[in-house]
Every structure is written in structure tokens, then in C-alpha cells.
């Protein structure tokens, strides 16, 4: 693993060169990584796991080396602790970005809070309140939400790969762009929510509820849409590629031709839709 997560380190600052004290900065970040592989494992997670935890973990290049850029012009020459300096900007990095990544927040209110770029990969967050709050590009890859709450919530850009996302709720939140692949929504809320280019691909939702929405280039790939309900539900540009939708209602859908049509092929029923 430590040759591994060394070939990691290699690629990420591959585009700096052989900036001063590269091989100090290196070593001090592999015994980082090498400290939270050995965490996740004695934790519990299989080594596939523990290693995306890890790397997942580590922060913004660019502004560690933001960090180390300074630190070698201001304080090298007094040849200063590369502990101490690089801690300073791991910690900088992390906290930009709100890592939370393998955290413990079940039962925790963020109400209000400005989450933008967090990251919850392999959390635990069951039953958690995120009404109102600001998270664009927020990641949730692997986590643990069942039931929790993203009312109103801004997710653009939002990432809930491989997420248990089961009864959770996004009534009125913004989606925009978000991307819940692999994820289970059995029975979410998504009333008013915004879903504009929502990648829902290879995801469970059975038993979800679409119906009223406005949904334009949203993608179901490959996704389980058994009890799935459009009903009066407005389709542009929606995607439903290798789904199988023949147990998904359709009534009093409005959907553009093209829509229609994919649909049509995969047998789904649509003896009460609108084409528009």
C-alpha cells in the first residue's frame, strides 16, 4: 500500500515539477495517508475502502501547494519544522473544502450552515437536518443518509455515489447537475425539488415519487423505477436508457417526442401520456 499511495502522491504533484523540498513534502504526506489507510482497515473497511477514503481525504493540491510555495520562500531559508508547516497546510486545504470524510454525525443539525466543496465520503449521517443549507459540489460518495433531511438545500453539483440515501428528503432542494449514481433512493422525497440535469444512473428508485415535477435532461440509466410515479409529471430531454419501465407510471405525463419514443421501446405504458 505505501508503494501504492507513493504512485498517488507521484501523479498529483506531477504537474509542479521538482519544486524545493518536493521529496520533504512527499515523505511527510505519505506518512499522512499511510496513518489513515491504517485507521479505515483497523476501523473495519476492506483495503479497496480504506485506500479511496484515503486518497479522497487528502485535501486540495493546489492549495497545499499554495501553502508549501509560501512557506519555502518565507521560511526554508530558516530551515523551519516540515511538520509543522505542511500540517498548517493540510489543515488550511482540508477545512476550505469541509472534509468530514468517514465521520460519525447522526442526529446532527448543519441547519443553515455554508457547506460549499464539503466532503462527506464514507460518513455516517443518518438522520441528519441539512434544511436550508449551501452545498454546492458537496460530495456524499458512500455515505450513510438514510432519512436525513436536504430540504431546501442547495446541491448543485452535488455528488451521492454509492450513498444509502433510502427515505431521505429533498423536497425544494436544488439538484442541479447532481449526480446520485449507484445510490439507494427507495422511497425519497422530491417534491418541488429542482432537477435539471440529475444524473440518477445505475441508482434504486422504487417506490419515488416524480409526480407534478418539471424534469429537463435528467438521466434514469440503468436505474430500478419499479412504482416509479411521473404522473402529470413535465419530461424534456429525459433519459431512461436499459431501465426497466414497465411497471413505471405515466399518467398524464408530458414528454417531447424523443422522450416518447425511448420509452415506447422499452415497452413502458404510455396510453395516457401527452407528447408535446
Excluded: W
Excluded at 483497523?42 to 499554495?66: C, H, L, P, Q, W
Excluded at 437536518?129 to 443518509?145: H, I, P, V, Y
Excluded at 445505475?202 to 438521466?219: A, G, M, P, W, Y
Amino acid at each position: 500500500m505505501e508503494a501504492k499511495l507513493n504512485a498517488f502522491l507521484d501523479e498529483v504533484f506531477k504537474p509542479y515539477g521538482n519544486f524545493p523540498a518536493r521529496r520533504d513534502v512527499q515523505q511527510e504526506l505519505l506518512a499522512n495517508l499511510l496513518e489513515k489507510y491504517k485507521d479505515l482497515k483497523d476501523g473495519g473497511k476492506s483495503e479497496d475502502d480504506a485506500y479511496v477514503a484515503t486518497i479522497e481525504s487528502f485535501g486540495d493540491v493546489a492549495e497545499i501547494m499554495e501553502q508549501v510555495q509560501y512557506s519555502t520562500k518565507k521560511e526554508f531559508e530558516a530551515e523551519p519544522s516540515v511538520r509543522k508547516y505542511l500540517k498548517e497546510a493540510f489543515a488550511h486545504a482540508k477545512h476550505s473544502r469541509s472534509k468530514f470524510s468517514s465521520s460519525e454525525l447522526k442526529q446532527s443539525d448543519l441547519s443553515g450552515t455554508d457547506l460549499t466543496e464539503a466532503d462527506f465520503s464514507y460518513s455516517s449521517l443518518a438522520e441528519t437536518n441539512f434544511d436550508k443549507s449551501e452545498m454546492s459540489r458537496t460530495t456524499f460518495s458512500g455515505s450513510a443518509l438514510r432519512k436525513s433531511s436536504f430540504k431546501g438545500a442547495n446541491l448543485t453539483n452535488a455528488i451521492f455515489a454509492g450513498s444509502d440515501l433510502q427515505e431521505v428528503c429533498f423536497d425544494t432542494a436544488d439538484l442541479t447537475d447532481a449526480k446520485f449514481k449507484a445510490s439507494g433512493l427507495r422511497e425519497a422525497s422530491f417534491k418541488k425539488a429542482v432537477l435539471n440535469n440529475t444524473n440518477f444512473s445505475h441508482s434504486d428508485l422504487r417506490d419515488v415519487s416524480f409526480e407534478d415535477q418539471t424534469l429537463i435532461n435528467t438521466k434514469f440509466d440503468s436505474t430500478s423505477l419499479k412504482n416509479t410515479s411521473f404522473k402529470n409529471a413535465t419530461l424534456h430531454d429525459v433519459s431512461f436508457h436499459h431501465s426497466d419501465v414497465k411497471e413505471t407510471v405515466f399518467d398524464g405525463t408530458r414528454m417531447d417526442k424523443v422522450t416518447y419514443a425511448l420509452l415506447r421501446g422499452a415497452r413502458a405504458k404510455l396510453d395516457k401520456v401527452v407528447v408535446q
